[in-house]
């Protein structure tokens, strides 16, 4: 068949005898020696790509204003939960120390994680309270 046109590539020919293995013009891989400047160049060049995609994963985990926020609600829930428990326990006439001390620790968790002056006031009034009725609790018991 042949085939006409602007690259000038000639007529096909039929199938080729075959060559016996080992001989001749294979396909190959030759193998060049390291060169010196320009391919260390490229090694460096692709290791500051990773770089880049690992500083744009780390981005990532810090999040936004929105992601921010969803964790200090979450925060902000548990030490509602801990707060409601002592309310409980303080109606009931069942509190302990070991409700008090978990409120103190969700205090000192918050206030590690917040600039808020607002929000440390009140951090500070709740932290106040429960000194209060951990100082009762312990009047308490050396009374009896």
């Known amino acids: 068949m042949k085939v006409n046109g602007t690259s000038g590539v000639g007529s096909a020919s039929g199938a080729k005898a075959a060559r016996p293995a080992g001989v001749g013009g294979g396909f190959r891989i030759d193998t060049a020696a390291p060169a010196a400047g320009p391919a260390q160049t490229a090694r460096a060049n692709g290791v500051a790509g990773v770089a880049s995609v690992d500083a744009l994963l780390a981005l990532q985990d810090v999040g936004g204003p929105l992601e921010r926020r969803r964790r200090a609600v979450g ?66 018991g050396r009374a009896a």
């Open 75 to 140: 925060r902000a829930g548990r030490i509602l939960d801990v707060l409601d428990d002592v309310k409980v326990a303080l109606l009931d006439g069942a509190l302990d120390g070991g409700d008090l001390d978990r409120l103190r620790r969700a205090i000192r968790d918050e206030r590690s994680q917040t600039d808020d002056p607002g929000l440390e006031a009140l951090l500070d009034q709740i932290e106040t309270r429960a000194a209060v009725e951990m100082a009762k609790l312990e009047q308490g």
